[in-house]
């Protein structure tokens, strides 16, 4: 097996717009032309999915060497070979490069057509634009301003279509606006495996539906309406929420299981109104699940933690935030190590488990772990680890095996072995204790976002932030290491985990010259031979592999 | 570079000065006697007397929202007019028309439209963006309030100020 060897990949000639470049075999000429610096539009083509050529936006001009009667490419003055221009134009989206090809994607020809087209396309479009939320962002618009008239030849009546459609659950469809490139229906044959879209009806009465009885509604269809070049398919989330053109773009990845898709976060004046995918080739290609893209409504709930409180007779009540770190600290030193457990979280960052195990080191508590948090995975993207971190909890020494410590820990806290219990993102009422038993710790100290029975009962409760609030990084189900950043100020009173963390060594070990999450960081890539030489930065936008691919 | 400026050369007379003065003074004088014999008058007295019938036909007031001919509020919440604004004065909360709504087909409408009145500068460029003719400025220029609170005009109050604007904005009708 080992002496076989494989061809180099070949690379082949093609001149674009007058200059010659070499690209792989296998280029489409649609790409190789954006690689060359000459992006040309398109609607029905993505990189992602086949390409069926049926926008014709793409139409260049294209010719083949000149082969003289030898079938030898003739050379003109200057030494290259002279091309053959074909007389009509070609898409560039279904054809690969070959050898000594032309193109030419500025030409008087290429633009007609491109113009020709736009006219087309906007025949039966409605003056949507100032009601529908692809506005900003719609292909249609930017070729137009590029390629279509200020005014429309168009006198007869538009065609009617369908409107404001229920899709799916989270879908809604106009078909007015559909262009008819059909991303979507090749999205959910191609990706998603869930072919219910398609067209029905001929020519100017083609319309995109569902399949009778069926209806847009697997994990997957919100990426539907991302690759959609108009806006005939928008989010039922973000319908009307906000225009696109206000929102602040934050690069991130999601947190609601161990794939850690890539993200951007379209945040306005502290509220997040959508997520959408990150193309990462190494995580996520261009997609995500419809669950974690809208999992970020929490972090704007009512049911927040905006003060810090502590326990005061039978009572919680407010407190200053270095009064309620003393409390905490004050309450624990009464117990020794082995009446300390620490439920820590596998939605933690790294920077935060690393300072969580500092604080079980000096606190000296073995009785530590997460909770581990499972739900159906699918083969596409969704993981059965729900819990972003898990990897990274491994890694930093915090847990072995995710969970095999809860049993322990819930057992002596009924028991009463342990009396100070520190929760850490987390509810110990999942693990299966209760309230009561909660209430009857002489010390429950609590670091979590939401309020919920436990922490009612806790004698300190520290808030903290949500996912989109914090820089951090965290290791993905398959070894990757990736990185938050802020995308929103956190609510109230509430402070980012790792400070709390780092305060409550503090108040332990006096100053550790921890002042920035750069420097939590360092000390964590100084002890973890994994993390040598990285930082928040050097991880990047698209993260760096950090373990080895657990499968 | 500099520039140099030319000095004038003044006359004899020019340069005596009090020519000028006197007949400045003269002047003076003349409106004297024609604010006593009652021929001119030079104050407005506001705001007993109101500029109203003064102004001009391209005045630039307080901006309002405006209804069709057919009651609907013509504002359909694109929001333009938030993005454009210099001042940042505007706020506006998209909503959406139900589907029993008459004007249903619009599918969008502005659940709340703010304009904080201290900030407004009356640059007009709202009316001039609005893609819908929907916020004019109106002629109304004394906006006075006791607080903060009372110098933002919210949805009710511009289009008590803006009424009813007819006009052709055809694109909403069922038939289109």
């Known amino acids: 097996m080992g002496d076989q060897v494989l061809a180099p990949p070949q690379l082949l000639n093609v001149q674009i717009n007058g200059v010659w470049h070499q690209f792989p075999k296998g280029t489409r000429v649609i790409e190789a032309c954006e690689q060359a610096g000459s992006y040309v539009p398109r609607y029905c083509y993505h990189k992602k999915l086949s390409s069926p050529g049926n926008c014709r936006m793409c139409l260049i001009e294209m010719g083949m060497p000149k082969m003289g009667p030898d079938r030898k490419p003739e050379v003109g003055a200057d030494g290259m070979p002279l091309i053959n221009w074909m007389p009509r134009p070609q898409i560039s989206c279904a054809q690969d490069v070959s050898e000594g090809m032309g193109v030419r994607t500025d030409s008087p020809l290429a633009q007609e057509c491109r113009k020709g087209v736009m006219e087309f396309l906007l025949i039966n479009h409605p003056l949507d634009c100032p009601i529908c939320d692809q506005a900003g962002e719609c292909r249609l618009q930017e070729f137009s301003v590029e390629y279509g008239n200020a005014a429309s030849r168009f006198l007869e009546n538009k065609v009617k279509k369908p409107k404001n459609i229920e899709l799916g659950p989270r879908v809604t469809l106009d078909d007015e606006r559909c262009i008819l490139c059909s991303r979507c229906i090749r999205f959910c044959q191609e990706v998603a495996h869930d072919d219910v879209l398609g067209f029905v009806d001929r020519g100017s009465h083609s319309v995109l539906t569902a399949h009778p009885g069926k209806r847009l509604e697997n994990n997957y269809s919100l990426n539907t309406v991302d690759i959609c070049p108009v806006g005939a398919l928008t989010s039922s989330d973000f319908r009307f929420q906000m225009r696109v053109w206000f929102l602040k773009e934050t690069k991130s990845f999601c947190t609601s299981c161990a794939t850690g898709c890539n993200t951007i976060i379209g945040t306005r004046e502290d509220v997040i109104y959508r997520q959408t995918p990150r193309e990462n080739d190494a995580v996520n290609s261009s997609w995500m699940c419809d669950y974690g893209r809208l999992n970020f409504g929490y972090l704007q709930s009512d049911t927040r933690l905006l003060q810090p409180e502590i326990l005061a007779g039978d009572k919680l009540i407010p407190a200053e935030w270095n009064v309620a770190i003393t409390h905490a600290v004050a309450q624990l030193k009464h117990f020794s190590a082995w009446e300390i457990a620490i439920i820590a979280s596998g939605r933690m960052t790294n920077e935060e488990l690393w300072l969580t195990s500092q604080l079980a080191k000096i606190l000296g508590v073995d009785l530590i772990d997460i909770v581990p948090r499972t739900g159906p995975g699918d083969d596409i993207l969704l993981s059965a680890d729900r819990n972003p971190n898990t990897n990274g909890a491994r890694l930093l020494g915090v847990t072995s095996v995710p969970g095999a410590k809860l049993r322990e820990i819930k057992d002596d806290v009924v028991g009463g072995r342990v009396k100070a219990l520190i929760a850490l993102g987390e509810n110990p009422i999942e693990i299966g204790l209760t309230v009561e038993q909660l209430k009857a710790l002489p010390a429950f100290v609590v670091m979590n976002i939401l309020s919920n029975d436990a922490t009612e009962a806790a004698t300190a409760l520290l808030p903290s932030f949500g996912f989109a609030e914090k820089r951090g990084s965290m290791i993905n189900g398959k070894g990757r290491l990736q990185r938050l950043n802020r995308a929103v100020r956190g609510p109230g009173q509430a402070r980012d985990d790792w400070e709390i963390l780092r305060d409550l060594i503090q108040a332990y070990s006096g100053r550790n010259g921890i002042y920035s999450i750069e420097d939590v960081f360092r000390q964590m890539s100084e002890a973890v031979p994994a993390l040598a030489g990285l930082s928040l930065s050097k991880i990047g936008d698209l993260g760096v592999q950090v373990m080895e691919s657990a499968k | ?176």
């Open chain 2, 1 to 176: 570079m500099a520039i140099t400026v030319a000095r004038p050369n003044l006359t004899f007379r020019e340069r005596l000065y009090l020519p000028a003065i006197l007949s400045g003074l003269a002047i003076t004088m003349k409106h004297f006697k024609n604010m006593l014999l009652g021929r001119t008058k030079v104050t407005m007295q506001y705001p007993e007397e109101k500029w109203d019938s003064h102004l001009p036909e391209h005045y630039r007031g307080a901006p309002a929202l405006v209804r069709d001919e057919t009651g609907r509020v013509r504002c359909v919440a694109c929001q333009l007019c938030e993005f454009i604004c210099p001042p940042r004065a505007i706020k506006i909360v998209p909503g959406e028309i139900p589907a029993a709504d008459r004007f249903a087909k619009v599918e969008k409408f502005p659940n709340e439209f703010d304009i904080d009145m201290i900030r407004c500068i009356y640059c007009g460029l709202c009316e001039e963006v609005c893609p819908e003719q929907a916020i004019y400025l109106r002629k109304d220029y004394a906006i006075t309030g006791f607080t903060r609170a009372d110098m933002v005009h919210n949805k009710e109050k511009l289009l008590e100020i803006g009424g009813v604007m007819h006009g052709v904005v055809l694109k909403w009708n069922e038939k289109k």
